[in-house]
């Protein structure tokens, strides 16, 4: 059983947990993933990994609130259990060999992107990080960003925080302005990423984009959480998440990513009702 020790509401529909997993802690790397199971009844879900501590043992993971599962999850407070957390799984984000980085996140995607900012901040890479949400009160992890970042810029959709707009923009104006960037790393949603990748593909720059298809097993055994790459198909639990974005399809990505959509919000909406008579 692995002991939640910290629990932290970041936004409304944004939760942190540090779980207490010593062997997971001693070999995680950012861009790597775990999959959990809340009890024994429950379902498998991949969450990134957010972070770790390895003298402490601790494994940080941060999850949006969007089906049945993380409702769950949400519901357990510090000193519960979870029954399952198995990894580290998936391949690290490559980190080595770069001067200048421009990491771009998206919602709740900058937790997947900031333990990779850390890590190029700590090996000396020039990290300029470019997020966006939705409005002020979706932000999350922002002193962290700033604490790793040689360059910041804060965007939002409606700006009512940062600047208005979308992330694209300030990532076109760098370049513009003569970044020379040897790689962009995006992780967030879907469309996000491919837009991130029609702005740095025109000027050659590698992009790095992280996905996050529907994953059962984590092993390469179910095909559940298949792409297309390059013309070929590759599975994001052994061959990811990170991808080159220029040979990731993403529309074919985007209409698998939906088919699942008016299930998880059914499957959401009964997990609140069963939380709510409970509570009754």
């Not at 890590?119 to 999350?140: A, C, M, P, T, Y």
């Not at 923009?169 to 469309?191: R, S």
């Amino acid at each position: 059983m692995y002991k939640i020790v910290k629990k932290k509401a970041l936004n409304p529909t944004v939760t942190l947990m540090e779980i207490d997993a010593p062997l997971i802690a001693k070999k995680a790397q950012p861009g790597q993933f775990i999959i959990l199971r809340v009890d024994e009844d429950g379902e498998r879900i991949p969450l990134t990994v957010a972070g770790y501590d390895r003298e402490k043992g601790t494994v940080r993971i941060i999850f949006q609130i969007v089906g049945a599962t993380t409702e769950k999850l949400n519901h357990l407070n510090e000193g519960d259990c979870l029954h399952d957390f198995v990894g580290p799984l998936g391949v690290p984000t490559h980190t080595d060999g770069y001067k200048k980085v421009c990491v771009v996140g998206g919602g709740v995607g900058c937790a997947i992107a900031l333990p990779i900012a850390e890590k190029l901040h700590e090996l000396g890479v020039e990290v300029h990080s470019i997020v966006g949400f939705r409005n002020k009160d979706l932000v999350i992890l922002e002193d962290e960003f700033k604490a790793c970042s040689d360059k910041f810029v804060m965007m939002t959709d409606d700006g009512s925080y940062g600047r208005k707009g979308v992330v694209t923009a300030p990532l076109e104006e760098m370049i513009k302005a003569g970044e020379n960037y040897d790689l962009v790393i995006t992780i967030g949603p879907l469309i996000m990423m491919k837009f991130v990748v029609k702005t740095t593909k025109p000027y050659n720059i590698p992009t790095t984009v992280s996905m996050n298809p529907i994953m059962i097993d984590g092993t390469g055994m179910c095909g559940g959480c298949r792409l297309t790459v390059g013309g070929e198909t590759k599975f994001a639990c052994v061959d990811g998440p990170d991808f080159d974005g220029f040979q990731v399809d993403f529309d074919e990505a985007m209409k698998r990513g939906a088919m699942y959509k008016d299930f998880e919000r059914k499957a959401h909406s009964e997990a609140c009702n069963l939380f709510k008579k409970e509570v009754e």
